[in-house]
């Protein structure tokens, strides 16, 4: 998403193809990995990589018969996916502020260590009902930094210099399907409708979150 941003597209191909993930299979490892020492083989990649990877095989079949235009080899993404793509860089920067946010207004918070970084989540029941009430900005072409609050402002200022970005970034004039505008998301997300149901050593939850909110946070937070 940030190399979108940025308009890196040739880096961004190079994410989408060559990013290893442990959680994949062999065949689709050893295909990334032989990819990343001989970029530009364009034509040996397609006969590498797994079949079940369609959306790299889309994007290394248009090199093959154009190999440097990068942006071209990304509009052979479905639209949803590149704007799922940016939609979650805004969710990265948005946890990094609000972790930045809530590390300034007390001390007493637990680390979850992420992939993607460090998330700081208060501790003292008196800060997470403040917190209860605020709308933290997520970051968009339309960001009035000058409207918002002081401590909101300083913070994402410091997050758009340490990222190399700025909010107009976010808009995109040709490929307009992927500008991102910016909104308010509440800081702290709580569950509706929260049942569980114990069965042997497994504990079973069924609950509701906003837009925007993860399952898998909601129960790291749990154990903690």
């Not at 083989?41 to 990068?70: C, G, H, Q, S, T």
């Not at 918070?109 to 700081?120: D, P, R, S, V």
């Amino acid at each position: 998403g940030k190399e979108i941003i940025k308009r890196n597209w040739e880096e961004a191909c190079k994410i989408l193809l060559t990013f290893i993930s442990e959680k994949e299979s062999k065949i689709a490892l050893e295909a990334r990995k032989w990819l990343k020492e001989n970029w530009g083989n364009w034509r040996e990649a397609v006969k590498k990589f797994p079949k079940w990877l369609d959306i790299e095989l889309a994007v290394l079949n248009y090199l093959i018969k154009y190999p440097n235009d990068f942006l071209g080899a990304l509009k052979n993404i479905h639209r949803r996916l590149l704007r799922l793509f940016i939609h979650s860089y805004q969710s990265y920067l948005w946890n990094k502020a609000v972790s930045e946010y809530i590390k300034e207004i007390t001390q007493n918070y637990k680390i979850l260590k992420l992939e993607i970084g460090e998330l700081h989540v208060p501790m003292e029941k008196e800060k997470i009902c403040k917190l209860k009430d605020e709308k933290f900005p997520i970051i968009g072409y339309d960001t009035n930094l000058k409207s918002m609050k002081e401590s909101y402002r300083k913070i994402i200022e410091k997050i758009l210099k340490e990222e190399n970005i700025k909010t107009e970034d976010f808009f995109f004039l040709e490929e307009s399907y992927l500008s991102a505008e910016g909104s308010l998301r509440n800081i702290i997300a709580e569950p509706e409708n929260l049942e569980y149901e114990i069965k042997e050593d497994n504990i079973y939850l069924k609950f509701i979150l906003d837009k925007g909110s993860y399952a898998t946070m909601f129960i790291k937070h749990l154990f903690l």
